[in-house]
């Protein structure tokens, strides 16, 4: 497995196998920060079938996304057992780039998809859209995948790039695969590792709301008042957990809606200590 540090030899590399009839057109990407865990694994496994032998994973922690206030000097880095993950799992290359490769010096240009990245998370951590849009603009143009893989669990993220894509008109394809949990429910997350003894087990009330939600809906309830207050109950029962927000939206806008359908999303953010996490469900 081949590590490339500059977009000229990702580009290079990605011009090389796209072209290679011999073995089906198209690369995949799956873009991460690192910290890779099995909910990443799922997202290379999934790009390798779909392009066997021509997957790039990029791991980039890319400083844009994060706040004055947030996580950046400390987000796990594990370069060397992140390698070794995407290898087994069927990446063909890491794209590793420095911070002066991906933002070269006097770089003034920055992808915004307005509205969108107010809402959710992006209402919580304002200009957090702006950095990961940009920082995935640039890996698409930079790769030209006709796949790229992103997580169910960052659902907001995911609306943000779609519309993004269509926007630009990026000849790629966001493909979406489902949240990866521990075996007592909680989502994976590279951020689960901040959490002490007391603040996992705080931190599963998170998938108790979800699957409190799910419940409803299974019996028919789908009125947004009812499946949010439900949630509300499950996180009282947990009072050292703040609640960000707690929405039931169309997926596509991000918008809140007044009865679930099929597609929409469910989605919870909480803080558990001094660590914020998410988790959602898309109804149907």
């Known amino acids: 497995m081949q590590i490339l540090g500059t977009v000229e030899e990702l580009r290079q590399w990605s ?10 057109a198209g690369m995949a990407l799956v873009p991460t920060m690192g910290a890779l865990h099995a909910g990443h694994a799922s997202l290379i496994r999934a790009a390798s079938e779909a392009r066997p032998g021509r997957v790039a994973v990029s791991i980039f922690v890319n400083p844009t996304q994060f706040g004055p206030n947030e996580d950046f000097a400390r987000y796990p880095r594990t370069f060397s057992a992140d390698c070794a993950l995407a290898e087994r799992e069927g990446a063909s290359v890491i794209f590793a780039p420095s911070v002066e490769e991906m933002y070269p010096a006097g770089a003034a240009t920055v992808v915004d998809v307005e509205a969108l990245s107010d809402r959710l998370d992006g209402a919580s ?5 702006r950095g990961v849009a940009t920082v995935v603009a640039k890996l ?4 030209e995948p006709d796949l790229a893989f992103f997580g169910q669990k960052d659902a907001a993220q995911v609306a943000v790039l779609r519309r993004m894509v269509v926007d630009l008109r990026l000849d790629t394809k966001i493909v979406v695969c489902p949240i990866v949990r521990e075996p007592d429910g909680l989502a994976l997350s590279s951020r689960n590792v901040y959490l002490n003894a007391a603040e996992r087990k705080q931190a599963l009330v998170l998938s108790r709301a979800i699957d409190c939600v799910q419940k409803l809906v299974a019996s028919g309830e789908r009125r947004s008042v009812t499946l949010i207050e439900a949630a509300r109950t499950v996180f009282a029962e947990q009072p050292a957990v703040r609640v960000d927000y ?3 939206v169309d997926w596509a806008t991000l918008w809140p809606v007044l009865s679930a359908t099929q597609g929409t999303l469910f989605a919870v953010a909480a803080w558990v200590g001094a660590t914020r996490l998410i988790d959602n469900t898309v109804i149907g």
């Open 140 to 143: 698409l143009i930079a790769a």
């Open 246 to 248: 707690i929405e039931l």
């Open 125 to 129: 951590r304002p200009g957090h859209f």
């Open 15 to 24: 011009r090389a196998h796209r072209c290679d009839r011999a073995n089906g």
